[in-house]
């Protein structure tokens, strides 16, 4: 039985770390607003010049030295982002031309918002999956900085820059039981019927502009909350499994609350929650592979753990995926 194993994760963030007290400076906010609401407490932010293709590059290099592989390895870049470089061509061949790829395999953006990472995670692993390729570099990538409205408070002390990757392969090891290593399922939704929640007022085919961030809170925070439960609930009742047998909820980082009423649906306690929303701020597509890295790097992510993520953003579209790291 095939599986899409997580063979290594590298990730990057930008040196310019921005306090909630630094906003305090630039507009009318406060640390404590920000933290009692959201959880965040810092985000880092990209500098002058710094592209969404350069942190992917970063994040897919730092990627592939942990796994010894080199980009002549690697068969297909999948790049999660709502903020690519420019309207085309897609971020993720920038990426596939610096890793030295030269003309290997293919590499193509998706744009699925916060939900973008495990829309991707679920494209590569149906490619390995179905033998067309043997390795795939996912990668969730933003500069949510430059699509954001820094004179409104309601959305600009949210968001921050960053992005992560993970090598999957393709791995024949196992009878493909959830016993095993690897993607053991995707699940993806949307309602499109709900774009206008949450969507950014600019585009080529509308404005010819790039536009910046709008956004219903209460409406999100209600939808999130629900859909996200869901889908998880969805994860574990087709696998046949209960919270208890997950080790870690790896979520979307968007805002603490949302992921403390997650977890308590789903009667996951604390400790099992991977939170790092109040260092990054809500990094969108690379909020996930993020904080993956985060946990796996200082150990508390295993190999063998079973990871639960999910994610909910604009579209709306939200999914989650089932993995033993
Ligand atoms: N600093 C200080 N005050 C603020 C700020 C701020 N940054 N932003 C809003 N306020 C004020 C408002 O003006 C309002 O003042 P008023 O009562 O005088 O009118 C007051 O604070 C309360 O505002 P609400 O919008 O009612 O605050 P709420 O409790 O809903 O929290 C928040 C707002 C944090 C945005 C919340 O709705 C939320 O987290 N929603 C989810 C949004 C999200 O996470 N989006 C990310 C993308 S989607 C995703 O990733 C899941």
Not at 64 to 74: H, M, N, P, Q, S
Not at 82 to 87: A, E, M, N, R
């Amino acid at each position: 039985m095939r599986r899409s194993v997580m063979i290594a994760c590298g990730k990057y963030l930008p040196r310019n770390c921005v306090t909630n007290a630094d906003l305090a400076k630039r507009i009318e906010t406060s640390d404590d607003w920000i933290t009692q609401r959201t959880g965040i407490r810092q985000r880092y932010l990209a500098g002058e010049g710094e592209l969404t293709s350069d942190m992917a590059t970063a994040a897919a290099l730092a990627a592939l030295e942990k796994a010894g592989l080199t980009g002549r390895d690697i068969d297909a870049v999948i790049l999660a982002t709502t903020t690519p470089d420019q309207t085309f061509p897609a971020t993720a061949v920038t990426v596939q031309d610096r890793i030295g790829m030269g003309d290997r395999g293919f590499a193509f953006d998706i744009q699925a918002v916060c939900s973008g990472f495990i829309y991707a995670l679920a494209t590569a692993d149906n490619f390995i999956k179905s033998g067309q390729i043997k390795r795939a570099l996912v990668i969730g990538a933003e500069r949510m900085s430059n699509i954001l409205d820094w004179n409104d408070r309601t959305t600009c002390v949210l968001f921050g820059d960053g992005a992560a990757a993970v090598i999957l392969e393709a791995s024949e090891e196992g009878a493909g039981t959830t016993a095993d290593r690897g993607v053991i399922s995707t699940h993806l939704h949307s309602e499109g019927a709900q774009r206008g929640l949450l969507f950014v007022n600019g585009g080529p085919s509308s404005t010819q502009t790039t536009g910046v961030i709008e956004m219903n809170g209460k409406e999100v925070f209600r939808h999130a909350v629900t859909r996200m439960s869901e889908v998880v609930t969805e994860a574990l009742v087709t696998n046949g499994l209960s919270s208890a047998d997950v080790q870690w909820l790896v979520p979307h980082q968007a805002n603490k609350r949302i992921i403390d009423a997650t977890a308590e649906k789903l009667q996951l306690p604390p400790e099992k929650v991977v939170l790092t929303v109040s260092e990054h701020g809500n990094t969108s597509a690379a909020s996930i592979p993020l904080a993956l890295v985060t946990a796996v790097e200082d150990g508390r992510i295993k190999r063998g753990d079973l990871l639960l993520m999910e994610a909910m953003g604009g579209g709306l579209t939200w999914g989650a995926a089932l993995v033993r790291w």
